[in-house]
C-alpha cells in the first residue's frame, strides 16, 4: 500500500480525541514526532492495518470531541489506523452524524418522519429556527426517525465537547428543545423507558416483564428478578442443546426478514471455519419502531445475557452489539451492564467458571438506516462505507471479517431468555403454528397510549390497537414501518402474525404499528417515506440510487392531484417500482416502494 | 503476441440456460455461460479486468425459484439451476435501469448504450425535464487526465483499480451517498493533492470515458476526436524492463491515447505512468 498523506495537521485538541481511543503513537510513522529509532525501522503497516475497524469509532471520537471532522484530524486517525484518506473520507460522508465542513458543537436533531410530522414536527422546527438562528451556537438539523415516536414530536441534542452531553425532548415544545439545546447538561432527565410500556408491570408479559420492573442499572436486581437463569439452563444443556431448542420453539427473526433462529445458528455452528462471531443488530432505524430500544434502556442485562447465550450456542467468542448513534441512553446502560457483567464474571475469560470465554464490544452507528441491513453493518463495523454486499456468500459463512456470524436483532435474541426458562414446548404453544412466541409492537399515531405492547402471535391489528386505544377517525395503519404496507381502517381483523399478514398481502416488517387518522393529509406522508428513501439509499445500485429520486419527484408531482392527472405519473411509479424490487442490490431498494405502492392501491390514495 | 495461460483444468456443471442445457466451468459466471452461448447480455459495471461489483444491474437474469432477478455478471452458475435470460421481467428491469441512467448522467460516450437504449425502448425523457442530473463540471486540474463525472455510473470499477485490485494507490473512493454519491479524493481536493500517481489504470477500466486522457478531452472539445481515422498499434513499452504491451492509438500521425490489452497475463492491461502518458519523446521530431 502507498499511502500519501496531506499536510494538515491535527489541533491539539483533535489529536487528544483519536490519542484517547488508539493510545499514544509510537513513532513517526504513525503520526507521533521523529525519533532517532524511527530513521532505523519502520512500524505501524500490517500490525495497524489490522485496526481498520477502529476507523468509525476514531470518526466518533473526533465528531464527539469536536463537533465535525477537519483534514487534519482525518489525516491524523488514517496516519493511526494506515487507512487511505481517500477511503476515510469516503465512510465519514457516508454517515449522517459526522460533518466535514466546520459547524457549532451543539447540533439539534429535530425529528419530522412519520409521527413526529403527524404530531407538529413542522411547526415544532419553524418555531425552533425561529429562536436558534445564526449565530446561537446550535444547528438545527431535520432527522429522520428519532425511535421516540411513542413521544412524537422528539428531539436530540448532542454538544461536543469532553464529556459529550446529550439531551433529549420529548413531546418536545419549542422551549424544551432550545432548553436542551443550550444547556444539555442540565435538561430535565429523559422519562424511564418504563414509561413507553403501558401494559409495565402487568401479569403474563414474558419480554417486558422487567421493564420498569428493574433497576437497569443494578445486576444484582436483575438477577433477583430471573436474570442469568436461562445462562445457567444454557450451560446445562450444551450448545447443540441450545440450538435444539431455539429450533424447537419456532423463533424466527423479528428484525423483518423471518427467517428461523434455529437454523441460522445451526449453520454458523457447524461452519469449520474460525472465529465465529455473533453480531446483535441493535440499529433499530426503520422509522416508526422505539422497541430495541425500550428493551436496552428498560433491562439492559437481558441482552447481554441473550448475546451470551447466542455466541456459546454458536461457538463465537466475541460480540459486536451494533448500536444506533442516536440512543445515548441505550448506550451508557449497555456500557454499564457490559462492565458489570464483565467484573462479575458474566463476561469474560471464563463465564460463570464454565470454561467459556466471550466478551461483547459496542459499536455505536452514526446516523445511516441501511447499516441496519446485516452486511451492510458488516462493513460498517470493519471501518468501510455501509454498502451491502452482494448475497451469496451468505453470512453464516462469510460475515463480518470474512468469518461465519450470526447476526440477530434485539427482540430476537431476546427471545431465548423463556425459550431456554420456559423449554421449547411451553413457548411453542403460544402464538401460532407458524409464528411462534411473544411479538412487541410499536404502536404509534393516533392512539391514546402510544408505546410498546407485548402480545402472543395470533392477536389482530384491532386488538392490538384497541388496547392503545385507537382514536376517532382512523383512517389507515401503517405495517410493518416505511419500508411495509398500508392496511385500511376496515381491515382491523388481519391477525398479526407472519403468515396472516402475508395472506392479507401486508407485512409484519418490524413491528411498526402506526395509526394514521384522517387529519393527516396522506400525499405528503407518502413524499415523506420517499424522502426517507431517497435519503438512506446507499447509492451503490442504479435502481435504488436513481429509482428514489424518480420516485420522490413524481409523488411531488402529484401531491394536490388526483385521478387522471395523476394516473401518468401513477403508472410511472409503478414501473420504477417494479424494477426497484426486482433488481436492487438489498432490502432497502427493493422494499422503497411498497408503503406508497400500497396506499396507492389499498387506501386509494391519489383517487 | 499474446500468450493465455491455460490453468488448471476445472470440472464441468450443468444447469439450463433458456431452456438449453449449458456446461461450464465450475466458478463460472452465468455472463461467461451467455456469452460462450452467444447470448448478449447487456453489460456496464462489469469489467474484464476486475471482480464484479455488480452496482448497476443491467444484466440482470432471471434464476427459477430466486425472490429477485440476479446479476449475470457475478453470480456464479451452479449445476441444475434454471436461468432465463430475456423474460419480461428481465427485460422490463433492464429497461428501467438504463432508462434511469440515461436520464441522470450523460451516456454520450458510453459504448454500446445507444443500441441497448434502442433495443430496449428505453425512454429517459419520460421523467420529464426536471428530473434530476448529476449536472458535474468538468474536473480539469492537471495535464495528464480529466474527470468529468456528469458521465460517471458508479461502477466503481475505478475506485477497484486504484485500489486494492490493482494499483494499491487508494488515490479515489466514493464519498457520500445514495443520489449525491460521488468518485472523489479525500475532502473533494484536486488530483494534484492526492496519492494519485497517474498511472492511467482507472482510465484504461472506465466505462463511460467518465475519465479521459487529456488529449482526447481536448480533441472532443475542439471537435477534432475522429476515432474512425485512428489506427491502433500494439507495441512494447521502452522505458523499461518489464517491457508492458502498449496500444498507440493514433490520429493525424499524433499519438492521441495509449491503452493496454486486457488480456495480457503479466500486465492486465496496467501501465504506470510512463508507458501511459509518457510518449511526448517518441512525437518530439526535430
Ligand atoms: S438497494 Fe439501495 S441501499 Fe441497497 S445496495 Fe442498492 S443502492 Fe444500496
Ligand atoms: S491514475 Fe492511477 S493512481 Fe491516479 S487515480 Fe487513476 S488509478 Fe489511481
Ligand atoms: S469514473 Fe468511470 S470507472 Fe469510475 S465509477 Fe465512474 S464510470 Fe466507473
Ligand atoms: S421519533 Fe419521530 S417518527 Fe419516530
Ligand atoms: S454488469 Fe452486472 S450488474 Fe453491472
Redesign the pocket.
Given at each position: 500500500m502507498d499511502l500519501h498523506f496531506g499536510d494538515s495537521k491535527p489541533t491539539h485538541e483533535e489529536r487528544a480525541a483519536v490519542d484517547a481511543l488508539l493510545g499514544p503513537p509510537e513513532s513517526s510513522w504513525e503520526g507521533a514526532d521523529r525519533s532517532d529509532a524511527d530513521l532505523r525501522w519502520a512500524r505501524g503497516g500490517r500490525e495497524a492495518r489490522d485496526r481498520r475497524d477502529l476507523l468509525l469509532p476514531g470518526l466518533h471520537a473526533v465528531n464527539d470531541r469536536i463537533g465535525w471532522i477537519s483534514e487534519g484530524a482525518l489525516d491524523y486517525l488514517c496516519r493511526r489506523l494506515t487507512v487511505p484518506p481517500a477511503e476515510a473520507y469516503g465512510v465519514a460522508t457516508f454517515y449522517a452524524m459526522f460533518s466535514l465542513k466546520p459547524r457549532p458543537a451543539t447540533v439539534l436533531h429535530v425529528c419530522t418522519d412519520l409521527a413526529c410530522a403527524a404530531a407538529g414536527a413542522p411547526e415544532l422546527c419553524a418555531g425552533i429556527e425561529a429562536r436558534l438562528g445564526l449565530g446561537s451556537g446550535v444547528s438545527v438539523e431535520r432527522s429522520p426517525c428519532l425511535g421516540l415516536c411513542e413521544r412524537a414530536p422528539a428531539a436530540l441534542a448532542i454538544k461536543a465537547g469532553d464529556p459529550l452531553r446529550t439531551a433529549v425532548s420529548a413531546p418536545a415544545t419549542v422551549e424544551e428543545a432550545v432548553l436542551a439545546a443550550s444547556s444539555p447538561g442540565s435538561a430535565p432527565e429523559e422519562p424511564p423507558a418504563a414509561l413507553a410500556v403501558p401494559q409495565a408491570g402487568q401479569d403474563g408479559l414474558m419480554l417486558l416483564h422487567r421493564v420498569g420492573v428493574v433497576d437497569p442499572s443494578s445486576l444484582d436486581d436483575y438477577r433477583a428478578h430471573g436474570g442469568y437463569t436461562a445462562l445457567r439452563r444454557a450451560f446445562e444443556l450444551g450448545p447443540a442443546g441450545v440450538i435444539r431448542e431455539v429450533t424447537d420453539s419456532g423463533l424466527v427473526g423479528r428484525g423483518g426478514a423471518a427467517f428461523p433462529t434455529g437454523r441460522k445458528w445451526q449453520a454458523t455452528a457447524s461452519q469449520p471455519d474460525r472465529p465465529h462471531y455473533l453480531v446483535c443488530n441493535a440499529d433499530e432505524s426503520e422509522p416508526g419502531t422505539f422497541k430495541d430500544r425500550v428493551l436496552m434502556e428498560g433491562d439492559p442485562y437481558a441482552l447481554v445475557e441473550a448475546m451470551t447465550i447466542a455466541g456459546y450456542a454458536t461457538g463465537a467468542h466475541k460480540g459486536y452489539l451494533y448500536l444506533r448513534g442516536e440512543y445515548p441512553r441505550a448506550l451508557h446502560l449497555l456500557e454499564h451492564a457490559i462492565a458489570q457483567a464483565r467484573a462479575r464474571g458474566l463476561l469474560g475469560d471464563d463465564v460463570l467458571g464454565q470454561g467459556y470465554a466471550f466478551d461483547i464490544e459496542i459499536r455505536r452507528g452514526a446516523g445511516a438506516y441501511?447499516c441496519g441491513?446485516e452486511t451492510a453493518l458488516f462493513n460498517s463495523i470493519e471501518g468501510y462505507r455501509g454498502?451491502?454486499r452482494s448475497k451469496p456468500p451468505f453470512p453464516v459463512e462469510k460475515g463480518l471479517f470474512g468469518k461465519p456470524t450470526v447476526e440477530n436483532n434485539v427482540e430476537t435474541l431476546v427471545n431465548v431468555l423463556p425459550i431456554l426458562t420456559m423449554g421449547a414446548p411451553a413457548y411453542a404453544a403460544i402464538g401460532t403454528g407458524r409464528s411462534t412466541g411473544p411479538k412487541l409492537f410499536c404502536v404509534s399515531g393516533s392512539v391514546e397510549r402510544p408505546g410498546v405492547y407485548e402480545v402472543p402471535f395470533g392477536a389482530t391489528l384491532g386488538e392490538v390497537l384497541t388496547l392503545a386505544g385507537v382514536r376517532e377517525g382512523l383512517r389507515a395503519v401503517l405495517l410493518g414501518g416505511a419500508a411495509g404496507g398500508f392496511v385500511r381502517a376496515d381491515e382491523l381483523d388481519i391477525p398479526i402474525t407472519f403468515e396472516g399478514t402475508r395472506e392479507a398481502g401486508t407485512t409484519l416488517g418490524s413491528g411498526v404499528v402506526m395509526a394514521i387518522d384522517d387529519s393527516v393529509p396522506l400525499p405528503r406522508l407518502l413524499l415523506r417515506i420517499a424522502e426517507f428513501f431517497r435519503d438512506e439509499?446507499?447509492?451503490?445500485?442504479v435502481?435504488?440510487?436513481v429509482g428514489t429520486v424518480r420516485q420522490e419527484e413524481a409523488l411531488h408531482r402529484i401531491v394536490e392531484r388526483t385521478g387522471a392527472d395523476a394516473a401518468g405519473d401513477i403508472a410511472l411509479l409503478r414501473e420504477v417500482g417494479r424494477a426497484m424490487r426486482d433488481a436492487?442490490?438489498?432490502?432497502?431498494?427493493?422494499t422503497a416502494w411498497n408503503a406508497v405502492e400500497s396506499a396507492i392501491d389499498r387506501l386509494g390514495a391519489y383517487e | 503476441m499474446t500468450v493465455t495461460p491455460l490453468g488448471i483444468p476445472r470440472r464441468m456443471l450443468e444447469f439450463t440456460l433458456d431452456g438449453e442445457e449449458a456446461r461450464v466451468p465450475e466458478g463460472s459466471t452465468i455472463l461467461d455461460a451467455c456469452r460462450a452461448a452467444g447470448k448478449d447480455v447487456p453489460t456496464l459495471c462489469e469489467g474484464d479486468t476486475l471482480r464484479p461489483k455488480n452496482a448497476c444491474r443491467v444484466c440482470v437474469v432471471e434464476v427459477e425459484g430466486a425472490r429477485t432477478l440476479v446479476p449475470a455478471c457475478s453470480r456464479k452458475a451452479e449445476p441444475g439451476m434454471e436461468v432465463r435470460t430475456d423474460t419480461e421481467r428481465a427485460r422490463h428491469s433492464r429497461k428501467i435501469v438504463l432508462e434511469l441512467l440515461a436520464s441522470s448522467v450523460d451516456l454520450s460516450t458510453t459504448p454500446k448504450v445507444a443500441g441497448w437504449l434502442k433495443e430496449y425502448a428505453a425512454k429517459p425523457d419520460r421523467f420529464g425535464p426536471d428530473a434530476a442530473r448529476l449536472n458535474e463540471e468538468p474536473k480539469v486540474d492537471n495535464d495528464l487526465y480529466v474527470r468529468d463525472y456528469d458521465k460517471c455510473i458508479l461502477c466503481y470499477k475505478c475506485v477497484d483499480a486504484c485500489g486494492d485490485q490493482w494499483q494499491n494507490s487508494f488515490a479515489i473512493s466514493v464519498a457520500g451517498r445514495g443520489f449525491d454519491a460521488r468518485i472523489a479524493v479525500e475532502h473533494d481536493a484536486p488530483l494534484t493533492d492526492s496519492a494519485c500517481v497517474y498511472c492511467g489504470n482507472c482510465i484504461e477500466v472506465c466505462p463511460t470515458g467518465a475519465l479521459s486522457f487529456k488529449s482526447e478531452f481536448d480533441m472532443r472539445a475542439a471537435g477534432t476526436w475522429d476515432e474512425s481515422a485512428q489506427t491502433e498499434t500494439t507495441t512494447v513499452c521502452a522505458y523499461c524492463g518489464v517491457g508492458c504491451n502498449l496500444t498507440l492509438h493514433v490520429q493525424d500521425n499524433e499519438i492521441v491515447k495509449v491503452t493496454s490489452p486486457h488480456d495480457n497475463p503479466v500486465t492486465h492491461g496496467n501501465l504506470c505512468i510512463k508507458g501511459r502518458f509518457g510518449y511526448q519523446h517518441v512525437q518530439n521530431r526535430d
Open positions: 441501511i441491513e454498502e451491502p439509499s446507499c447509492g451503490q445500485c435502481p435504488c440510487r436492487s442490490i438489498c432490502g432497502l431498494g427493493q | -
